[in-house]
């Protein structure tokens, strides 16, 4: 049996000093909160994973539709212009000259 890299004599040795220290009525306390504390991680864990999944799809899609082609947009086809502004506007150039 081996957890976190320590055998079984070394967990037997953790569990006495633990036992020596804190007492027999103390120590199942201390095992429930570690418990609650090793069970509130794991959560928290499981939840950054499944939020760092989500991002990545939302980027994904997000790549995928900056990746699509862009339809072709109409030309715009010019209109002939008016004769009459362009005459204005030489009258306007010559009475600048003048």
Avoid: H
């Avoid at 499981?46 to 991002?55: A, C, I, P, Y």
Wanted: without cysteine.
């Amino acid at each position: 049996m081996n957890i976190f890299g320590i055998g079984l004599p070394e967990m037997i040795l953790i569990m006495l000093v633990a036992l020596l220290i804190f007492g027999p009525k103390k120590l199942p306390e201390i095992g429930r909160s570690m418990g609650k504390a090793i069970k509130g991680f794991q959560d928290a864990s499981r939840e950054f994973e499944s939020e760092f999944k989500r991002e990545a799809d939302r980027l994904e899609q997000t790549t995928e539709i900056a990746k699509a082609p862009v339809p072709a947009t109409p030309e715009v086809v010019a209109t002939p212009v008016a004769s009459a502004p362009s005459e204005a506007v030489k009258e306007v150039a010559n009475a600048t000259d003048a």
